[in-house]
Nanobody, 123 residues
Framework: VQLQASGGGLVQAGGSLRLSCAAS????????MGWFRQAPGKQREFVSG????????YYADSVKGRFTISKDNAKNTVYLQMASLKLEDTAVYYC?????????????????WGQGTQVTVSS
């Protein structure tokens, strides 16, 4: 099982970035995928999740209306489109796969993790 996250970078506040997470070696039919982030000195927090089979989505309140999660079944890839970025969005972003169909916000329920991609928002 491999998750490859990419797309991070340096962006000015108010700007946009799109993160990608390419997955391989998984059976997706009943899985859900999530994006998490971790800022220095803080705990890893849930950002957004998507159900692989039905495309249901869920967002943390802090990103609702600014971030959009989507998936490409053919490419086994999940995307996180981030807009109106704020300084507080600065973190390492991780994608992860859960064996549960329902989207969960707890990192402990995700079995596989990508390596993380840095997002830095500057003023």
């Amino acid at each position: 099982v491999q998750l490859q996250a990419s797309g991070g970078g340096l962006v000015q506040a108010g700007g946009s970035l799109r993160l990608s997470c390419a997955a391989s070696g998984l059976t997706f039919s009943r899985a859900s995928m999530g994006w998490f982030r971790q800022a220095p000195g803080k705990q890893r927090e849930f950002v957004s999740g998507i159900g692989w089979s039905d495309g249901s989505t869920y967002y943390a309140d802090s990103v609702k209306g600014r971030f959009t999660i989507s998936k490409d079944n053919a490419k086994n890839t999940v995307y996180l489109q981030m807009a109106s970025l704020k300084l507080e969005d600065t973190a390492v972003y991780y994608c992860a796969v859960s064996a549960y169909t329902m989207i969960h916000a707890s990192p402990s329920l995700y079995k596989y993790w990508g390596q993380g991609t840095q997002v830095t928002v500057s003023s």
